[in-house]
């Protein structure tokens, strides 16, 4: 079966980038006609996704600002050695409101539930056998389990908890190290959403994607407990296991793609820290500015964008291998609590994508956190292939 050809976009896949490109071009060209094919029930899963007052300009967060659920006047980080507040604004997004919002403005334009057999440039077929035709076919399903890359991984469990009292945070803690060190950098980060209700979230920077959802639970509590907080009620939990990228080949990775590709499918996110927010942005006003939407233009209109983010990257995966392989697992806290103690405009700088010469430099000099001869062994891309191919980096699947 084949339904009318009727689609200028069809974007196939219903998470963060899909939905904020497919917003921002109903906004900006409201003559397109546009589908987001969405496999679950509403638009981006469970999740919530953070960023900083200084990752965005002052346009691109006008356009956001419906979807943002929180802001924050500063925020904070704690080590077993010192704690900071940062004094830079923090916001967040989660997956209800990107829906609420995404689901008014783009209306008969989403279909939920909706099961891809396969997917072409030009149209994809449904489960059922129809056929929908398009100019454009955007792929945003997440990263593949064949991406030429080595990883190490972030991994978290949350849980969004009602309290039986006020918890007193003012602002977030976006990483509490003070927490035992298990299973590499663990971390605890806890968002106030209101007095009385927490997003308490337990993160790991990992060697391996296990996640021990009980014990991870039982120490969530445990966190709780310790800082005198009652939980009432669990209101939502959200789990993910997010790409730290040590190494790859980026032109392997495009090597016979055809199609267009948007956030992690196009590895377009933040390869140290993993978000992916701003890049979601950026992708989508920069679809908004093109004139037409011919598949093979736009597929290699992605693929430029993936290249460019990916080269401009090369220190941070440098910065990710030292993490990695340097520090013992115990020990990297170490790395985060000495970055933290730098100058704040470039720690925004980092955590925006833009450091400068200057601020690579700064980063390097002075002794290492870290075993001097084992962080001179990760200057090479190599020494990450091979950190992988010793079984630290698993294939990873990410939806």
């Known amino acids: 079966m084949t339904e009318a050809a009727r689609h200028d976009l069809i974007f196939v896949g219903g998470g963060l980038a899909n939905t904020l490109a497919a917003y921002r071009l109903k906004a900006v060209r409201p003559d397109l006609r546009l589908l987001v094919l969405e496999r679950g029930a509403r638009l981006g899963g469970q999740h919530t996704w953070s960023f900083h007052g200084s990752d965005l300009s002052a346009d691109e967060l006008a356009w956001l600002r ?35 919002v995404a689901a008014e403005a783009l209306g008969g334009d989403v279909r939920l539930e909706a099961q891809v057999d396969r997917i072409a440039p030009d149209h994809v077929v449904l489960a ?6 398009a100019a454009c076919v955007i792929d945003g399903r997440g990263m593949t389990a064949e991406a030429p890359l080595a990883l190490g991984y972030q991994k978290f469990i949350g849980q969004e908890v009602r309290l039986a009292e006020p918890h007193g945070a003012r602002w977030p803690v976006i990483m509490d190290a003070t927490v035992a060190q298990e299973d ?28 021990d959802a009980d014990r991870i639970r039982a120490r969530i509590g445990a966190y709780a407990q310790a800082r005198g907080w009652r939980i009432a009620e669990v209101r939502a939990e959200e789990r993910g ?30 390869q140290t820290t993993s978000y992916s927010l701003p890049d979601a942005v950026r992708l989508a006003d920069a679809l908004a500015a093109r004139p037409s939407f011919q598949a093979g233009a736009v597929a290699a209109f992605t693929k430029r964008l ?44 980092f955590y925006a994508g833009r ?45």
């Open 355 to 399: 450091l400068t010469m200057a601020d690579q430099a700064r980063l390097l000099v002075g002794k290492p956190p870290v075993p001097l001869g084992r962080a001179l062994g990760c200057l090479s891309d190599r020494s990450g292939w091979s950190f992988a191919r010793a079984g630290a980096g698993e294939a990873a699947r990410h939806g």
């Open 184 to 211: 590499g950098y663990r971390f605890v980060y806890t968002l106030p959403f209101a007095e009385d209700r927490i997003l308490i979230e337990d993160t790991y920077y990992s060697d391996t994607m296990d996640l």
């Open 306 to 349: 993936s290249v460019r983010r990916w080269e401009a990257q090369r220190f941070y995966r440098l910065l990710n291998r030292m993490l990695y392989q340097a520090a013992a697992p115990a020990e990297r806290y170490r790395v985060l609590q000495r970055f933290y103690r730098l100058p704040e405009p470039l720690i925004q700088r």
């Open 128 to 133: 059922d056998g129809r056929r929908l035709d």
């Open 241 to 270: 296991v997010l790409p730290i990228v040590l190494a790859g080949d980026i032109e392997a990775h495009w090597r016979g793609a055809d199609m267009a590709r948007t956030g992690l499918r196009a590895l377009l996110f933040h």
């Open 66 to 100: 419906p979807f943002v659920v929180q802001s924050w006047p500063r925020q904070e980080v704690r080590f077993p050695e010192f704690s900071r507040i940062l004094e830079v604004g923090y916001h967040s997004v989660t997956s209800q409101r990107l829906h609420e």
